[in-house]
Nanobody
């Protein structure tokens, strides 16, 4: 499975961005996909995840109510809509995938990763 993330960029605080992660090589309809981010000098952290079963979602407290994760299995892709962006959201965002029904915040349990896309939020 190959994952390709896109949609990052430079925005001002309060603005929105949509990230996309397209999968190829295998259908991912029965997978859990998640977004993680890593800011300079910090460890990678979980942002949001979505399970294939019942489209269950889970968010980090820091983004709850501002970010929305969704999936389009017809396009083999997952998106992250980010509203009301803050400077502290600045990071490289990466998508991960695991062929398991459960969402986990542990990045080591994801089997495939995209290359990451940079999101910069200016104040």
């Amino acid at each position: 499975v190959q994952l390709q993330a896109s949609g990052g960029g430079l925005v001002q605080a309060g603005e929105a961005l949509r990230l996309s992660c397209a999968a190829s090589g295998r259908t991912v309809s029965r997978s859990t996909m998640a977004w993680f981010r890593q800011a300079p000098g910090k460890e990678r952290e979980f942002v949001a995840g979505i399970s294939w079963k019942h489209d269950i979602t889970y968010y980090a407290d820091s983004v709850k109510g501002r970010f929305t994760i969704s999936r389009d299995d017809t396009k083999n892709a997952v998106s992250l809509k980010m509203n009301s962006l803050k400077p502290e959201d600045t990071a490289v965002y990466s998508c991960g995938l695991r062929f398991d029904v459960g969402i986990t915040t542990n990045s080591a349990l994801y089997d495939y990763w995209g290359q990451g896309t940079l999101v910069t939020v200016s104040s």
